[in-house]
């Protein structure tokens, strides 16, 4: 059996913990919620995790969603005050630098590109939005606004960009999910057709390390694998004239007791992690002889994570198997996996 | 006050308070959350727009309410007064929110509308089982007051 041992429980949050983020070299995180502060945690030399500084001033309501740029000099903080800020230390303190307006309502994620040239946010307003970065030495970066993309019919929970390419995923209360690119021709941003196959809100999207599939989990219970077809696919299927389409090739149901809050596919492992109303993480694996369209996942561990709803699952960017788990209960907790761990008895009993 | 949607809605008796028996005063006896528990936190909410209780107007009945102690699961339906009664939303927030302040946080608590007694059942439930949205709604100084209004102090 596969096992999972946790490694620490951080406190400090007043309420719920709604999001954190890993920066890029897996030695700082940053995590918000409920109490409108952002903590960002750094390793002692004893290798414990603490918030070395808080960040307390940047929004006056809850701080849905927290993330780095891949360079590691940005956070972004989306908040139900109806802004984005971003945050960096070119003064040697953090910041707040950029304060993004524009949305209507509650903004619910934020995301950066691979390229680090553009910043993608979601809100409770129905609404996508592209922001450009422009930064040039000595000047200050600008932010303009590149798209509003109003696909969606109801609340868009998440926004999440390809690993590799500048596609950009988004997922809503109005069950479904829709990716956007930009035009070759005329630079435009583009949807591609919706994505369907959930029967309620689908709260958060996750790509794997080639970008050729995504998963998703939804307040329906379930989780489901989407597979990305091109024109010159083998099995037959139809491409309209944007290129690929995206199809549901495999639903996990049964697993999941209440809502699945959030999904993580890590880029080293291919390990896939969920956070879930019950409480509950899981941990699941690609069936070794799996067929990629019509692919098989394993459960391989449930962790009893914490007291009350699990809200994030994040795999570390760079140590396979530590995965960082926050929750209503106020708590982050960081554990390691183990597959088929061959140990002794006493030290299996997590 | 705008016009009311349900001038004139039937109103019921209330129920006799609960029984005391000795368990219930020994401090020792490990006392579960029930039906009847919960009904009595949430009996007294008062309706939106009437000086009624959401027990007089039978929006709220000891007998669709489901506990689950140990699996720490609480499970509301309630009846609208009319089926397009635009204050349902309303009414399962403070239900939520009451439940919210009175309950341990380990209780899961679901609120929604009966099945059949309201057009826009499925929107609603979805609403208040959304925790992101009913969070934000928390934050909305203008509805919280509304809110505190519904589940504070019994009009009579």
Known sequence: ?350 | MAELENINPNVYKKCEDRTLTKDDEDEDVVDPFDEREIFDLIRNINDPEHPLTLEELHVLEQSLITVDNEKSTVHILFTPTIPHCSMATLIGLSIRVKLLRALPPRFKVSVEINPGTHASEHAVNKQLTDKERVAAALENTHLMEVINQCIGTPLK
């Open chain 1, 1 to 350: 059996m596969d096992k999972v041992y946790l490694l620490q429980t951080l406190t400090g949050h007043v309420g719920r913990v709604w999001s954190a983020s890993w920066h890029p070299s897996g030695d700082i995180f940053a995590s918000c919620g409920e109490d409108k502060t952002i903590r960002v945690w750094t390793k002692t030399d004893t290798n414990r995790w603490v918030a070395q500084t808080v960040l307390t001033d940047g929004h006056s309501r809850t701080i849905r969603d927290v993330a780095w740029s891949y360079c590691g000099h940005y956070l972004a903080s989306a908040s139900f005050d109806t802004t984005v800020a971003v945050w960096d230390k070119k003064s040697g303190e953090f910041e707040c630098n950029a304060t993004l307006e524009g949305h209507d309502n509650e903004v619910k994620s934020v995301t950066w590109s691979r390229s680090g040239n553009l910043l993608a946010t979601c809100s409770r307003d129905k609404s996508v939005w592209i922001w450009e970065i422009h930064n040039a030495p000595g000047q200050e970066d600008e932010y303009e606004c590149a798209a509003v993309l109003n696909g969606h019919t109801q609340d868009v929970k998440k926004v999440c960009w390809h690993p590799q390419e500048e596609l950009l995923a988004s997922a809503s209360y109005d069950n479904t999910i829709r990716m956007y690119r930009q035009d070759t021709v005329d630079s435009e941003w583009e949807m591609l057709e919706p994505m369907e196959s959930h029967t309620s809100t689908v709260w958060s999207i996750s790509f794997d390390a080639t970008g050729k599939r995504l998963a998703s989990c939804s307040e329906d219970t379930t989780v489901k694998i989407w597979q990305q077809y091109g024109p010159d696919n083998t099995v037959g299927i139809q491409c309209p004239d944007k290129g690929s389409v995206w199809k549901c090739v495999c639903t996990l149901a049964g697993f999941h007791s209440r809502s699945v809050y959030d999904i993580d596919w890590c880029k080293q492992t291919g390990l896939l992690a969920t956070a879930c109303g019950d409480d509950l993480v899981r941990i699941f694996k690609e069936a070794t002889n799996s067929d990629p369209n019509e692919p098989t996942f394993e459960l391989v561990v449930t962790i009893a994570a914490h007291s009350q709803d699990a809200n994030k699952v994040a795999w570390h960017p760079v140590k396979p198997g530590i995965l960082l788990t926050a929750s209503d209960d106020g708590e982050i907790k960081i554990w390691q996996y183990q597959e088929d761990a061959d140990l002794s008895q006493e030290r299996c009993q997590d």
